[in-house]
């Protein structure tokens, strides 16, 4: 079982939908990052996060340290956000740096 | 500041044809350095990783080497490509909470 798992694996909405995408760790981290991936693209770093939430344009990400649990939002979806997103951590005592393994987003128009 | 460089951003190179890909840190010094491949549709799945220089883990065995000759640069080679090394390879470094992420090198062997 991977340290840091994902949900949904695929996720395909309309435009305009809120989208909910889940991390889960089993390992304490010292921080969680979201990144970005498009299609045939690169990685973007999209937030670092070690405690309550940050917000950037339309993104929104909250981590709950107590349940090992972070979420990223998106607000009023776009195709543009079609997108793999990945969470990953660096692990506390550890020389690792986990992925999880991505969520496939598929906005609609 | 911190930041990590990685390129090529895509590479097209011959079955049999040697590689490196090269990944250089700023701003930060004893990083932890790591290799990641991502073949088509999976996730990232970790090659190297080095805590120092000179000191390289492999996670799989494979067709790949990596050294880190400078406390900030790690590279990532191969003797003798195999279409099997096509995919998707991302350079990351953290040290304590920080990490950053390079774009990644889309390599195609042919």
């Known amino acids: 079982k991977n340290e840091v798992e994902q949900s949904p694996q695929n996720l395909t909405a309309q435009e305009g939908e809120f989208i909910t995408i889940n991390c889960s760790y089993s390992?304490?981290?010292?921080?969680l990052h979201w990144l970005q991936q498009h299609p045939g693209g690169g990685i973007v770093s999209l937030f670092m996060?070690?405690?309550g939430k940050k917000k950037h344009g339309r993104l929104i990400a909250t981590i709950n340290i107590q349940e090992k649990h972070s979420s990223l939002h998106i607000t009023a979806s776009h195709p543009r956000d079609s997108a793999v997103y990945i969470c990953?951590?660096?692990?506390?005592?550890?020389?690792?740096?986990?992925f999880g393994q991505g969520t496939r987003l598929t906005i609609n128009p | 500041s911190q930041t990590i460089h990685q390129w090529p951003a895509t590479l097209v190179q011959p079955v049999g044809s040697p590689l490196s890909l090269e990944c250089t840190v700023e701003?930060?010094?004893?990083?932890?350095l790591y290799w990641y491949r991502q073949a088509a549709g999976r996730g990232l799945q970790l090659l190297f990783y080095?805590?120092?220089?000179?000191?390289i883990s492999s996670e799989v065995p494979q067709n790949l080497s990596a050294s880190r000759p400078q406390d900030r640069q790690f590279i990532l080679s191969s003797k003798k490509l195999l279409l099997s090394d096509s995919g998707f390879y991302l350079c990351?470094?953290?040290?304590?909470?920080?990490?950053?992420f390079g774009q990644g090198t889309r390599l195609t062997v042919v």
């Open positions: 990351a470094w953290d040290r304590a909470a920080e990490a950053f």
């Open positions: 390992v304490g981290i010292s921080a």
């Open positions: 996060l070690s405690s």
């Open positions: 990953a951590a660096p692990l506390w005592g550890a020389q690792k740096l986990v």
């Open positions: 701003g930060t010094s004893n990083p932890n």
């Open positions: 080095s805590v120092g220089i000179g000191q």
